[in-house]
């Protein structure tokens, strides 16, 4: 009986190790990637947003980033956290080779008094072997709408 007890309890440690259940660890030991896994997010780089500021008018900016990854990558996206506390998310567009974006509208700020309104535009990517960039993702830019200084001038008699 203890032969059938020992030889079940061999079979589950080595299913253990090697369907890699509870994490790979097996005693303390962490079994490595398999050669060539990617386990890595995409790497951007150059990431620019232009205009960057507006003088009361809103308007349309350009993101653009170079994106790259050894397993290539799967899709690209902005996160544009706008002066109200929301988001958007504004799919990028490959561009040609490794470079990707998109264009993205800024609203006007024409109230007398206020303070800017200032945009924080964000990069997530995800490569074909599922790596994202992990939240809040990788600092584009900012985009600021300036709003006028003070309130209109009195109509003159």
């Known amino acids: 009986m203890r032969v059938i007890y020992l030889g079940f309890f061999v079979l589950c440690l080595m299913l253990l190790g090697v369907s890699g259940c509870s994490g790979g660890r097996l ?3 962490v079994a490595p990637p398999a050669p060539g896994l990617d386990l890595t997010p995409p790497e951007v780089q150059d990431q620019r947003v232009r205009p960057a500021t507006f003088r009361i008018n809103g308007g349309q900016v350009t993101i653009r980033a170079r994106v790259s990854d050894p397993s290539g990558v799967a899709d690209v996206n902005a996160l544009v956290s706008k002066p109200d506390g929301t988001t958007d998310l504004v799919p990028l567009a ?8 998109a264009t993205y509208n800024v ?4 109230q007398a008094g206020a303070p800017p309104a200032i945009y924080i535009v964000r990069l ?3 490569d074909n072997a599922n790596n994202e960039i992990p939240l809040p993702g ?6 600021t709408v300036e709003a006028p200084f003070g309130p209109p001038a009195p109509p003159s008699s």
Request: charged share 20%; glycine share 12%.
């Open 138 to 143: 990788v600092l584009v830019g900012t985009v």
């Open 124 to 126: 997530r990517a995800r």
């Open 94 to 101: 490959l561009q040609r080779s490794d470079i990707y974006q």
């Open 107 to 110: 609203a006007d700020n024409v």
């Open 27 to 29: 005693g303390g030991f």
